[in-house]
């Protein structure tokens, strides 16, 4: 019989400790949060210092009663939940729970699982962190007193089923910023002049830098036509060269929000997706004859720094793979980790160097080998040298005209042969070779072309962008972006197309009611600096009611008048212009959870509902008696389909061409890669540019 109970979280966790612990150790999973606020009230007294009145969660009752009893049954429970703030909070609760005193050393936390860190934690067990929870309940009951308050009065006044949160609503203001900016942005003319020079067998570019003075601008045609006339003969002379050596260093291993963001550029992971996924990696996979193996370390952190057994193990396997010169100076080793030194946590990284991805390709999924292999990638790269690059400027002139050559090649891969960090813009940097050039040499132009352009209004944020802005304001924490991010396009407060947030009308009605009556709740400032004040509470220098006490004050005046004041919002239906095929009434358009749909004025005598679409002038090759619509599925994603369904059931993800392939007289369609679009034949290989 067991002579100690482990709790964890999860069943995939426990059974990878039992398996490290032995025989004298039983271990369980409280499959997450056992107590919680009750959903069917606010569950906070603030009458009483804002006391929580926590109960056991539905459906977990069963799950608490077998830990009672696996509790008497033994000398000592060891409460090992995840070693940040809501595993704190999950200890306390199951300490509260079974009886445990919470000043024992009871307390056992650990960053990844493998043999060594777990017998190690167990070693040093503490008492639980009071802090650590306060901040948890602070910020629970924080988001309970913002949702609690503003939702009910937002099914009132607007619609049921919606929402404001003290995170959500920032987020939702960053995308409906960023929308007006581009409905209010006016394009700027700007021109360009490039030019193709050659010497001998090369060719190179260059662009029009400016006068022989100073870099000038070209707004319009006829400044570009000014610059040609000036140009005289077919010649330019190489004015100035200039040789450099620059030297780029790898990007630090993962953090949270970080591998959000890469996951989100590399392999099109959705933060949602990319968190579930780390956890299997975490919690451990069965790797042959090992059994279960935590190949990461623990996925939610804001450190980037990485213990020291970690470091040599990835320098000695730098030096055996790649060799010596690829190894980082102990200089540049230290200046990595310099800032974060302190931090209880690590970085996201492999729990061991020497599992390669190649190596564990037999025991881990698809997209679980993608996620690891970048973790493994990211760790390896950052603890080697800096790539070095020779870089070359080369200003050729002709008269006052000056045009500018750039190039630079890559002289030592350094940490570039393992892992190069991904670009929001998806740019990629190739070696651009310009050949060799001396001051005083003469080129010949073969060719020099004007182009027109306009400036572009600022993107719509992808999931990785809005998620490195969200941690640069220092709104929220990396663990609540990807619920965040999920909640709205649940609530309909926004779309995403062609992976950008595109703000619906029901999010700008929303966001337009709070930012009337609770402005504080989307500042972006305010959040912050509640953030900061919560993180205060961690690190014990503020207690949380002080800091509940001082927001809600204030915050409960706004409620009290938002509900005295604010108008009832109707959405009125707008006439979708055709008539029920059902009963003959007018169809309308409706708002719902996943945007605007057709529906019967009838309702409720008729229920007839249709999805919107929208006709792309393409007949629909396979009944050729339909036409090609564009539709959306419940995820908002597009697709095309004919007309008629459920008659014909052509569908198609890629869009239809409206002219026939010149080879085979099949169908063409766009089809989207990550160089862009082009057109293909969908039965023979047929293929062109998209004009």
């Known amino acids: 019989m067991a002579d100690y109970l482990v709790i964890v979280e999860s069943p995939a966790k426990a059974k990878t400790i039992e398996r490290y612990l032995g025989k004298k150790y ?44 696996d509790a008497k049954k033994v000398k000592k429970i060891y409460l090992a939940a995840d070693p940040d703030r809501e595993g704190e909070a999950i200890a306390w609760h199951l300490a509260h729970q079974l009886g445990v005193d919470i000043e024992s050393e009871c307390r056992v936390v650990f960053n990844e699982i493998t043999k060594d860190a777990i017998k190690a934690s167990f070693k040093n067990p503490r008492p639980i962190d009071m802090d650590l929870v306060d901040s948890q309940q602070a910020r629970r009951i924080l988001d309970r007193l913002v949702g609690y308050n503003i939702s009910p009065i937002l099914w009132k006044k ?42 001998g067998k090369s060719v190179f570019e260059a662009a029009f830098f400016g006068d022989a003075k100073k870099k000038l601008e070209l707004s319009n045609k006829e400044e570009v036509d000014k610059v040609l006339g000036k140009i005289e003969g077919d010649s330019f002379e190489v004015a100035d060269v200039v040789k450099r050596e620059r030297r780029r260093n790898p990007a630090l291993p993962f953090t949270t929000s970080s591998l959000q963001q890469e996951a989100a550029r590399k392999l099109n992971f959705r933060a949602r997706k ?21 190949l990461i370390t623990y996925m939610r952190t804001d450190s980037s720094r990485i213990a020291d057994s970690a470091v040599e193990e990835a320098k000695s396997f730098i030096e055996t793979t790649y060799g010596n010169e690829y190894l980082a100076t102990a200089k540049a080793a230290a200046k990595k980790t310099k800032s974060n030194t302190q931090d209880a946590h690590e970085a996201i990284r492999p729990t061991s160097v020497m599992r390669p991805p190649a190596a564990m390709k037999a025991y881990l999924t698809r997209d679980q080998l993608r996620l690891y292999k970048l973790i493994w990638e990211r760790l390896v790269a950052s603890q080697m040298a800096p790539a070095v690059l020779d870089t070359v ?14 190039g630079s090649q890559v002289k030592f891969e350094g940490f570039m042969k393992v892992y190069v960090e991904g670009d929001d813009d998806k740019k990629e940097e190739k070696d651009r070779i310009l050949p060799p050039l001396e ?18 209004p600022p993107p719509r944020y992808t999931e990785a962008r809005l998620v490195r802005t969200l941690e640069e304001l220092g709104i929220g924490r990396p663990s609540t972006f990807a619920p965040t991010l999920d909640t709205l396009q649940r609530r309909g407060y926004v779309t995403l197309d ?53 927001f809600y004050k204030d915050f409960e005046k706004h409620v009290q008048f938002a509900d005295a004041e604010m108008e009832k919002i109707e959405i009125k239906d707008e006439p979708a212009g055709e008539d029920c095929e059902k009963c003959g009434e007018p169809m309308v358009y409706k708002l719902g959870r996943y945007g605007k749909f057709m529906a019967c004025s ?5 229920r007839n509902t249709k999805a919107i679409m929208k006709p792309i002038g393409v007949p629909c090759p396979t009944c050729k008696e339909g036409q090609v619509v564009e539709r959306r599925s419940k995820t908002r994603r597009i697709f095309y389909g004919c007309d008629r369904y459920p008659e014909c059931e052509y569908v198609s993800w890629d869009k239809p061409v409206a002219r ?32």
């Open 26 to 69: 039983k271990v369980r999973a409280s499959l997450g949060h056992l107590r919680d606020l009750p959903k069917s009230q606010m569950g906070v007294d603030t009458e009483n210092n804002y006391e929580p009145k926590y109960i056991t969660i539905r459906g977990k009752g069963p799950i608490l009663q077998e830990l009672k009893k």
């Open 158 to 199: 607007v619609k049921k089923g919606l929402s404001a949160g003290r995170v959500q609503s920032v987020a939702l203001r960053l995308i409906i910023d960023r929308e007006n900016e581009i409905n209010v942005f006016e394009p700027v003319e700007y021109w360009s002049i490039s030019g193709q020079f050659g010497k």
């Open 274 to 294: 990319t968190m579930m996924i780390a956890q299997q990696l975490y919690e451990g996979i069965k790797i042959g004859k090992e059994g279960n193996v935590g």
């Open 393 to 406: 400027r080369v200003d050729l002139v002709n008269g006052d005209v000056r045009f500018r050559a750039t």
């Open 439 to 456: 001051k005083g040499d003469h080129i010949k132009y073969e060719e020099i072309e004007p182009t027109q352009h306009f400036t572009q």
């Open 498 to 550: 062609a992976k950008r947030f595109i703000p619906t009308e029901l999010g700008g009605i929303v966001h337009n009611a709070v930012n009337e009556f609770f402005p504080d709740i989307i500042d972006v400032e305010f959040t912050a600096e509640m953030e900061k004040e919560l993180d205060d509470v961690e690190e014990g220098n503020k207690k949380w009611v002080n800091v509940i006490d001082k």
């Open 602 to 606: 009838g309702f409720p005598d008729c």
């Open 660 to 691: 026939p392939c010149p080879k085979c007289d099949n169908t063409l369609i766009e089809k989207k890669s990550k160089k862009g679009v082009n057109i293909q034949c969908t039965e023979c290989e047929y293929k062109e540019d998209l004009q």
